[in-house]
């Protein structure tokens, strides 16, 4: 007869269910702090800046401290004005350009030599419409700061402020607007054809980090420092029943957030010196 084969029956010890959960949260809270630490590594890294972004950062401090310095001497804030009247004629294209994606049709664009200005149209949506101004041109100054930790990224964004000229030019109905709108175009084109691009490259980080302070300026003289019965906070707080200093003070944030972003993401991805970059180059 076959032998028989006899099993041994044996107990295994499951460990206790709250010990299998205390294990599987203290291996995924390792894991996530792991992550985490990764990642601020990651990010201080990101946003160390580079040899060549030092110059930048430089070179926006520099121009800021000019342009402020500048701004207050009698005289020789003449020097700045073509600059001035520029940011006053993106201030008005972004008024029209939101009136046309607004469905408006764009009557005329006028520059004032006292640095005011107007849009004349009609139709649109006034809630879109009236904040464009101040919203669009701080976004395309800070654009052209972002734009200003590299060349090629200059390059591309010379264009675009090329062609916001050119529609300016188009609804121009003033020879200021006219002559602002051509002497600037006409310098991108030029500096194109500067050595590897570096005139157009910090004539374009001027020109935002110009745009950008104008218009954080402006918006604090026209709504918090003053009160300016034409000025665009007070017209939208007109239509919304808010104070005009709201408003202001809401614009102005949204404007420093547009500045302080450029700078930030400039740094953390256009690093032209990085060395694997330098070596295809070469």
């Known amino acids: 007869m076959p032998a028989l084969l006899r099993v041994s029956s044996t107990t295994l010890a499951m460990p206790p269910v709250s010990d299998v959960l205390g294990h599987a949260i203290a291996k995924r809270a390792a894991t996530a702090l792991v992550g985490r630490a990764t990642s601020r590594e990651d990010v201080v890294h990101a946003l160390t800046p580079t040899k060549e972004q030092k110059m930048i950062l430089v070179a926006i401090c520099v121009y800021a401290v000019g ?54 149209m009609s139709g649109g949506v006034w809630c879109c419409v009236m904040p464009a101004g101040y919203l669009g041109s701080a976004f395309l100054g800070a654009l052209m700061v972002f734009a200003g930790f590299d060349v090629l990224a200059s390059k591309i964004v010379s264009v675009i402020l090329g062609v916001c000229l050119l529609a300016t030019l188009f609804w121009a109905r003033n020879w200021l607007t006219r002559i602002i709108a051509v002497l600037f175009v006409g310098l991108i084109v030029g500096l194109w054809f500067t050595p590897h691009g570096a005139g157009l490259r910090y004539v374009v980080l001027f020109i935002g980090t110009m745009s950008s302070l104008y218009c954080l300026w402006d918006i604090v003289d026209d709504t918090l420092k003053r009160k300016v019965n034409d000025s665009d906070a007070t017209k939208f707080a007109q239509r919304t029943h808010c104070s005009s200093r709201f408003c202001g003070f809401l614009w102005l944030l949204i404007s420093l957030v547009f500045l302080a972003a450029a700078i930030l993401l400039g740094l953390a991805f256009l690093k032209d010196d990085d060395p694997s970059i330098q070596a295809n180059t070469n």
Do not use: M, Q, R
Request: include cysteine; hydrophobic fraction near 50%.
């Open 67 to 120: 342009i402020l310095v500048l701004w207050n001497i009698p005289y020789v804030n003449v020097v700045l004005l073509p600059f001035k009247l520029v940011t006053v004629a993106l201030h008005e294209f972004c008024h029209a350009a939101a009136g046309l994606c607004t469905g408006a049709k764009i009557k005329s664009i006028t520059v004032d030599p006292d640095e005011g200005g107007a849009t004349h």
